[in-house]
């Protein structure tokens, strides 16, 4: 296979830590199988942003977008930045310029004690959320009128199109059908914003009348994150809009034992892809080195799986749910290594199995 290149934009916080390790882990799985990757690292930041005035050049999506097979990022977000403008050009920026129109967010317990429902076990919460990537509220597309004044107006607008509903929706179904599930729910909150929540409704069960041996369900997204907690082993796809789905994947997250745990791909199948933890800069840890790693090296795994590197991505799970069985692991999963150590043994043990 020819050489893959990876573009690595660590960013702010505990995006920096994590991204050294989920690096780390995919060096040791390069050199132990033979795999030619280049690694490349790319400063945009908040310090970045702070120092120079740039937040994500033009050409500089270019060259990933013709260069590169994936982009690793950690995390956006810093209080010295509170516009938060370098976040939306570097990531939503990515996302809409690429067209990384699915985001892919999948929920699985490797270890029921992570699990923080009691009695559920690692067969009830194995389910994958498709999240719409490049459209609904976070386009951007609104106005404020009359600011400062007392009859401010803010206008927020969330656009939909048929095509870019459709194209998630049907995304949805394909990996269920690629993935021997049978379950698709649709979320939405179509009995208050009626428009979008028209749109999607006729599209779902136009998309779904393609796939007649699925079993296919609808719930408003207040019932959806109600149920993920009351009986999470009801779902195995769910697809939702853009913020809907920013909300459930943080609660997505909880279920399989905290922000540190959940990755996700943002992905235009086929073309450059952008992976990255679910969770943000984690302003409350950072600095002190006990971000969880865990969810970076999923990320990666995901990567290696989404570049058809499957000897190297079953490779990486190992490692993770090593970690995780011997308690190899930071404070927010029980254990008491820093970022680095838990870097270490992951790396260990890929170098040793
Ligand atoms: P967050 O995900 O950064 O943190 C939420 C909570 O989870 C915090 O208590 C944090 O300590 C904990 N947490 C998160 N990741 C962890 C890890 N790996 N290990 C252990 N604990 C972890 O969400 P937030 O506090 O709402 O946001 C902080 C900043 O990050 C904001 O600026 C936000 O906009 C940004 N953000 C960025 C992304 C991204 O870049 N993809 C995602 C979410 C939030
Ligand atoms: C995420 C984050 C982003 C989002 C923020 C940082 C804009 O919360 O990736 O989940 O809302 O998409
Ligand atoms: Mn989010």
């Not at 976040?87 to 129109?101: N, P």
């Not at 809907?244 to 034992?257: E, K, N, P, S």
């Not at 679910?278 to 995901?302: E, F, R, Y």
């Amino acid at each position: 296979m020819s050489k893959k290149r990876i573009a690595v934009i660590p960013g702010d916080g505990i995006g920096v830590d994590v991204c050294e390790v989920g690096v780390e882990v995919l060096e040791a799985i390069c050199s132990k199988l033979n795999l030619d990757f280049q690694i490349d690292n790319f400063p945009y930041s908040a310090e970045h942003y702070l120092k120079t005035g740039i937040t994500l050049p033009d050409d500089e999506v270019e060259n990933f977008r013709q260069n590169y097979d994936a982009i690793f990022l950690g995390a956006l977000g810093d209080s010295r930045v509170p516009t938060n403008v370098h976040a939306k050009d570097i990531l939503l920026g990515l996302r809409f310029k690429l067209d990384l129109f699915v985001n892919f967010r999948p929920s699985k317990v490797y270890d029921e004690n992570l699990c923080p429902l009691k009695g559920k076990t690692k067969d009830d919460i194995n389910f994958v959320v498709c999240r719409e990537n490049t459209e609904g509220i976070y386009v951007s597309a609104g106005a404020s009128f009359k600011k400062g004044t007392p009859d401010e107006i803010a206008l927020q607008e969330s656009i939909n199109t048929r095509k870019g509903v459709e194209r998630i929706i049907r995304y949805a179904f394909e990996y269920a059908k690629n993935n021997n599930l049978t379950k698709v729910c649709m979320s939405d909150k179509g009995n208050a914003m009626r428009f979008e929540g028209d749109l999607w409704m006729r599209t779902f069960k136009d998309v779904a009348a393609e796939y007649p041996e699925m079993e296919i369900s609808h719930q408003f997204v207040d019932a959806i994150v109600m149920n993920l907690v009351r009986a999470p082993e009801e779902f195995e796809v769910i697809v939702t809009c853009n913020l809907f789905g920013d909300i459930i994947t943080d609660l997505a997250a909880q279920l399989q034992g905290g922000m540190g745990m959940a990755a996700s791909g943002n992905l235009n199948p086929g073309k450059v892809s952008l992976f990255e933890p679910v969770h943000g800069s984690a302003p409350d840890i950072a600095g002190k080195g006990i971000a969880n790693p865990l969810a970076a090296v999923m990320t990666v795994q995901m990567m290696l799986d989404y570049l058809g590197f499957k000897e190297a991505s079953l490779l990486a799970e190992k490692s993770v749910l090593e970690a995780i069985s011997t308690k190899n692991v930071t404070k927010d999963l029980g254990g008491n290594l820093t970022t680095k150590e838990v870097g270490k043994f992951l790396v260990d043990f890929v170098k040793n199995n």
